[in-house]
């Protein structure tokens, strides 16, 4: 059977506040949150995968217009696969473009700090002698 949330447990179970959720379905991203009939929001299991989904392409930057994009791509079903999957596929190459300049800084940061022990070690013995 299919858990049901209220927002408080769906912003718990997603990380997400319960402020950012009431916006992202203002804003058309959870367009899919159903409601009881004196209006308070019901999430279920699919519902908080979802948003765990858009939580992830949101931590990897994609904008609020573009999620929104996502999402009304995915609303109109299976003919917009393609366009979700190059979205996706984009989304990844920023990624990791962004990956290889922080790999490239963690590169130039070991590079210094092997820099220094060297000078630091060299120090010792110096001052040893």
């Not at 997400?16 to 058309?28: F, N, Q, V, W």
């Not at 609020?64 to 009304?72: N, S």
């Not at 990956?99 to 940061?109: C, E, Q, W």
């Amino acid at each position: 059977m299919n858990k049901r949330y209220t927002i408080g447990q769906a912003a718990e179970a997603t990380g997400l506040s319960i402020h950012t959720l009431r916006y992202y379905e203002k804003e058309g991203i959870l367009p899919f949150i159903k409601r009881t009939e004196s209006g308070i929001r019901i999430f279920d299991d699919e519902d908080i995968q979802r948003i765990e989904f858009l939580n992830c392409l949101r931590n990897t930057g994609m904008p609020i217009h573009q999620l929104k994009e996502y999402v009304d791509l995915a609303l109109q079903g299976d003919k917009t696969i393609d366009e979700r999957v190059r979205m996706l596929e984009n989304q990844k190459e920023k990624v990791e473009h962004e990956m290889n300049v922080l790999k490239s800084y963690i590169d130039m940061i070991n590079y210094k700090t092997d820099l220094y022990s060297k000078l630091k070690n060299e120090m010792t013995k110096a001052h040893l002698q």
